[in-house]
């Protein structure tokens, strides 16, 4: 047997969040309602709020990696952002999150962002 018969891409059972992240196993109950979500969030065009949660190890980043594929073949433009969750023994308020958010986004994709911004927006404008 070789590992491509398991559908990983390396000899070892260590599945890496990122590389592995369309595999997704044990929680078929998990897979179906975030695709269910995703994909009535896609049709109905709202956004999604979900709180992922867990002890270490216990596959945050993998789903999160997870969703950011099935997003990529849906054919959307998505920019992930993995914020580090504050520490809960400190104080923190909704400044702190900000500051994070930000941290975690690198000043070229902020730029692009605001570029995607404004083009969209100059093309409503010009329709109107």
């Given amino acids: 047997m070789k590992a491509s018969d ?3 891409k390396r000899p070892s059972f260590q599945l890496d969040p990122e ?3 369309e595999i997704f196993v044990g929680r078929e109950d998990v897979k179906k ?3 269910d979500r995703l994909k009535r969030a896609i049709v109905t065009g709202t956004s999604l709020h979900t709180v992922i949660y867990g002890d270490y190890g216990s596959g945050k980043t993998h789903t999160l990696n ?3 594929k099935f997003l990529g073949k849906q054919k959307l433009d998505v920019l992930p952002i993995f914020v580090r969750q504050p520490r ?3 104080k923190s308020n909704p400044s702190h999150l900000y500051a994070s ?3 975690a986004i690198s000043m070229t994709e902020i730029f692009e962002l605001f570029v995607k911004i404004f083009d969209s927006v100059q093309e409503r404008i010009k329709d109107i």
Avoid: S
Wanted: no cysteine; glycine share 6%.
């Fill in 66 to 68: 997870y969703v950011y």
């Fill in 33 to 35: 309602r975030l695709e």
């Fill in 88 to 90: 809960i023994t400190k």
């Fill in 19 to 21: 590389l592995d992240a």
């Fill in 6 to 8: 398991y559908g990983l």
């Fill in 101 to 103: 958010i930000i941290n």
